[in-house]
T-cell receptor
Framework: GEDVEQSLFLSVREGDSSVINCTYT??????LYWYKQEPGAGLQLLTY?????DMKQDQRLTVLLNKKDKHLSLRIADTQTGDSAIYFC???????????FGSGTKLNVKP | GAVVSQHPSRVICKSGTSVKIECRSL??????MFWYRQFPKQSLMLMAT?????????EQGVEKDKFLINHASLTLSTLTVTSAHPEDSSFYIC????????????FGPGTRLTVL
């Protein structure tokens, strides 16, 4: 399978910005996604970026894509305690839209 | 937005029995659905791709006779764990491919299977 990597933990204070990083190996990815998973729940699509874009902003979320370095990041501005969750990056690389997920980054937001 | 449901949300069964999990796309038609397995504190592992009206495609290492997948309609796919054993206990998540411009996947809330 494809190799998608993330750091496992991130801890920030409420109000600060959070930056979650992801690296991938397959340069033929079409879309890259960020999902949020709260305890015991399924995955919630946060945002996605097409592989020919460099940046996408959606309210408090900013996605940066460096295709040359195969590096994807998610910045959450003004992080709130409700943002505490596990964040997964994923890439889709073929016509069947198979997703390959990173290991997930657990974000802990301290009040 | 696109909504995917799963039923049941939790199931406990005895070893040796079979369990069926349903995945439904509620407000869109999904020609392709996917089944994932998630172990505690780990990422999602793709088990199989389910195409409406045809046989599922299984990922390497996934036993197709143990994890039976049926995609009978454009809004329903089922996963049956046959002769379940404690090691099959896991969180099973389905997703449905919406198609359209982004062609993204929407995920169900997951089913927690516990095999005693």
């Amino acid at each position: 399978g494809e190799d998608v990597e993330q750091s496992l933990f991130l801890s920030v204070r409420e109000g600060d910005s959070s930056v979650i990083n992801c690296t991938y190996t397959d340069s033929s990815s079409t879309y890259l996604y960020w999902y949020k998973q709260e305890p015991g729940a399924g995955l919630q699509l946060l945002t996605y970026i097409f592989s020919n874009m460099d940046m996408k902003q959606d309210q408090r979320l900013t996605v940066l894509l460096n295709k040359k370095d195969k590096h994807l990041s998610l910045r959450i501005a003004d992080t709130q305690t409700g943002d505490s969750a596990i964040y997964f990056c994923a890439e889709s690389i073929d016509n069947f839209n198979k997703f390959y997920f990173g290991s997930g980054t657990k974000l802990n937001v301290k009040p | 937005g696109a909504v995917v449901s799963q039923h049941p949300s939790r199931v406990i069964c005895k070893s040796g029995t079979s369990v069926k999990i349903e995945c439904r796309s509620l407000d869109f038609q999904a020609t392709t659905m996917f089944w994932y397995r998630q172990f505690p504190k780990q990422s999602l592992m793709l088990m199989a791709t389910s195409n409406e009206g045809s046989k599922a495609t299984y990922e390497q290492g996934v036993e197709k006779d143990k994890f039976l997948i049926n995609h009978a309609s454009l809004t329903l796919s089922t996963l049956t764990v046959t002769s379940a054993h404690p090691e099959d206990s896991s969180f099973y998540i389905c997703s449905a491919r919406e198609g359209g411009f982004t062609d993204t996947q929407y995920f169900g809330p997951g089913t927690r299977l516990t095999v005693l």
